[in-house]
């Protein structure tokens, strides 16, 4: 079992920046891929960047490429979403979720998402 608690989001206004937390737990975290994902008013989830919890490889989506960054703290079991240059359309609901692969496999696990706002 893994437990994800997402923190970090609020309102801000475009060309500010956030960073996103998730804190994980779980005896096998190691062996997991952390990923994030959101979800905007009326459009389907989109994936965002993904980390591995044991190596660090890390892959980020095109539309966010050069603005978002991915980066994890195993110390204290936490991954982070730094998010620069925030616009209006990052306007959504962000969710932090597990899975075994880093290149396949199905998310299991979710937490329960944090609200990112941003005004123009």
């Known amino acids: 079992q893994v437990q994800l608690v997402e923190s970090g989001g609020g309102l801000v206004q475009a060309g500010g920046s956030l960073r996103l937390s998730c804190a994980a737990s779980?005896?096998?975290?190691?062996?997991?891929?952390l990923g994030w994902f959101r979800q905007a008013p009326g459009k389907e989830r989109e994936f965002v960047a993904r980390?591995?919890?044991?190596?660090?490889?890390?892959a980020i989506a095109d539309s966010v490429k050069g603005r978002f960054t991915i980066s994890r703290d195993n110390a204290k079991n936490t991954v982070y979403l730094q998010i620069d240059n925030l616009k209006p359309e990052d306007t959504a609901v962000y969710y932090c979720?597990?899975?075994?692969?880093?290149?396949?496999?199905?998310?299991?696990?979710w937490g329960q998402g944090t609200q990112v706002t941003v005004s123009s």
């Open positions: 779980g005896r096998t975290i190691n062996s997991y891929t």
């Open positions: 980390i591995s919890w044991n190596t660090g490889t890390s």
């Open positions: 979720a597990a899975r075994i692969g880093f290149y396949t496999g199905r998310y299991d696990y």
